[in-house]
């Protein structure tokens, strides 16, 4: 068995503005993924002013945008983009506490101008995929429609999603201090009797401390209905009978459904930046509160080394724990430790923004 590999991603960004004459800011943007023959990523308009900025278009919510993202030298946890080395063992996915309904959807949000350090956004989507994706037919570019027979959606698929965020940043006697609160509810678009709620909720919050050079801080998630990634929605099994898969090494089993999964995501770090140089451990764990009771904990140490602006060496070591939980009790195999077990990786490589 091969354990190395390379590996790549880069974002190509597209962009531009114009100010008027009275101080109006009209732009757009559009993010396209250079390793998937660039295709679209997001693409929005704006408007920006004395009165705050508004975005419309396939965006990142206001409470993704509020966010404090908590810190990492290397390679990090908080952010799904950077789960190379990770293997969904036990079915959950990436433990990040990046917090969203609505990814990268159709979607209209306000964002105020920021008072005394704090700034509060509102974003609504007519619709968002709980897996994560675009929930069609609300994809860029496909075929939006003003009237939606909501009966053909996916189960998997939120309607009437609202999502809210507060950030809080200021400077004191050398301290820096940054602070996120975000709420986000949908309701699931499927009429699936197995569901014990159809509406989802998910809070957020974080927190960053910064001084002498050291950044610290932490963020926690909840969601009533799972995270993306982690088999569907909220519960398993897209009909009432079940159906949904789970393939593990090869073998591929069929899960039934079991209900609700609340999800509790939390993610820590420190670093310390002397020169070019940042070092410092991070952590991620996410756990089940109902349905299987899966449980994942990644810890990070990484470094990185500051070769010219936008431009760092990165490296992180990495281990991982994964606790299947109930879930070889649902799948009824006697392969049971093949969704739990720990392993370590190293991760080496350049980041470049321009």
């Not at 999603?161 to 940054?178: C, H, K, M, R």
């Not at 609160?181 to 009797?193: D, Q």
């Not at 431009?311 to 606790?323: N, T």
């Amino acid at each position: 068995m091969q354990n190395f590999d390379f590996n790549q991603r880069g974002r190509y960004i597209i962009e531009g503005s114009q100010t008027l004459d009275n101080g109006l800011t009209l732009g757009f943007q559009t993010q396209h993924e250079i390793q998937s023959s660039m295709d679209t990523d997001s693409a929005y308009v704006y408007a920006s002013g004395g009165f705050g900025r508004i975005h419309f278009g396939t965006d990142r919510s206001a409470m993704y945008k509020m966010y404090e993202w908590s810190p990492t030298a290397g390679w990090g946890i908080d952010y799904t983009g950077h789960d190379d080395s990770f293997a969904h063992l036990n079915g959950m996915g990436h433990p990040t506490a990046a917090p969203f309904i609505a990814n990268q959807e159709m979607m209209l949000t306000y964002l105020t101008p920021r008072f005394s350090g704090l700034q509060a956004g509102l974003s609504f989507a007519p619709a968002a995929d709980g897996l994560g994706g675009k929930a069609d037919p609300w994809d860029a570019g496909s075929n939006n429609r003003f009237v939606t027979d909501t009966s053909s959606l996916d189960n998997s698929e939120y309607r009437k999603v609202i999502e809210a965020g507060l950030n809080y940043s200021q400077s004191f006697d050398g301290f820096d201090i940054g602070w996120s609160g975000g709420f986000g509810t949908g309701r699931l678009a499927g009429e699936v009797s197995s569901t014990e709620d159809r509406r989802r909720y998910l809070y957020s919050t974080g927190l960053n401390v910064g001084f002498g050079g050291f950044d610290i801080g932490a963020t926690y998630k909840f969601d009533t209905h799972g995270s993306t990634n982690s088999l569907t929605g909220n519960f398993t099994g897209s009909t009432i009978g079940g159906g949904d898969t789970l393939t593990v090494n090869g073998s591929t089993f069929t899960l039934p459904n079991f209900g609700m999964k609340n999800q509790h995501f939390v993610n820590a770090g420190i670093t310390y930046t002397t020169g070019p140089w940042t070092v410092g451990p991070s952590f991620g764990w996410e756990k089940e509160t109902a349905g299987l009771e899966r449980e994942t904990m990644l810890f990070d140490f990484g470094a990185r080394y500051a070769l010219a602006p936008g431009a760092d060496l990165v490296g992180s070591i990495q281990y991982v724990d994964y606790d299947e939980g109930n879930l070889d009790d649902y799948v009824g195999n006697d392969t049971a430790e093949d969704f739990g077990g720990d392993g370590v990786a190293g991760l080496f490589g350049i980041q470049l923004n321009f």
